[in-house]
C-alpha cells in the first residue's frame, strides 16, 4: 500500500528537542515536495516547514520559524523535523505529506487547505508538557 510513515513523536519537557522522521512505503518521493503540518483539537491544520523536492528550499510556519528545521536525506529517502526550544503550544499531531503539484512550497506551507496533497502519513503525537 502506497502511504507515508511517520515515527519519533512523544513526550518531551519545554525547552526540550524531538526529530520526527517519514518516509515513504511502497513508493520513491525524489520528486515530491514535502512538509510538515499540524492540527491540534479545534484548530485548522497549519502548514509547519516544507521541502522541495531537491531539498534545496525550505519554507516555515511563522510560530516555528528559527526553531525547527526540516531537512531531506536523498540517498536515505526520508525526510526529518528537528524540533528545538520546543513549548507547550507545539503539542499536536504532526503530518506529513507528499506533492507533486504544488506551485510552490511557500504555498504548500501557507495555505494547506487549498491542496489535495497526493499523500498523507497517518500522524504522530508531540506533546510538550512539565
Known amino acids: 500500500q502506497l502511504r507515508l510513515v511517520e515515527s519519533g513523536g512523544g513526550l518531551v519537557q519545554p525547552g526540550g528537542s524531538l526529530t520526527l522522521s517519514c518516509a515513504p512505503s511502497e513508493f520513491t518521493w525524489d520528486y515530491y515536495e514535502v512538509g510538515w503540518f499540524r492540527q491540534a483539537p479545534g484548530n485548522e491544520r497549519e502548514g509547519v516547514a516544507c521541502?522541495?523536492?531537491?531539498?534545496?528550499?525550505?519554507a516555515y510556519g511563522d510560530s516555528v520559524q528559527g526553531r525547527f528545521t526540516i531537512s531531506r536525506d536523498r540517498a536515505r529517502g526520508t525526510v526529518y523535523l528537528q524540533m528545538n526550544s520546543l513549548k507547550p503550544e507545539d503539542t499536536s499531531i504532526y503530518y506529513c505529506a507528499a506533492d507533486r503539484t504544488v506551485p510552490s512550497i511557500q504555498a504548500m506551507c501557507k495555505r494547506p487547505g487549498n491542496f489535495r496533497m497526493d499523500f498523507w502519513g497517518q500522524g504522530t503525537q508531540v506533546t510538550v508538557s512539565s
Open positions: 521541502i522541495s523536492m531537491n531539498g534545496r528550499r525550505t
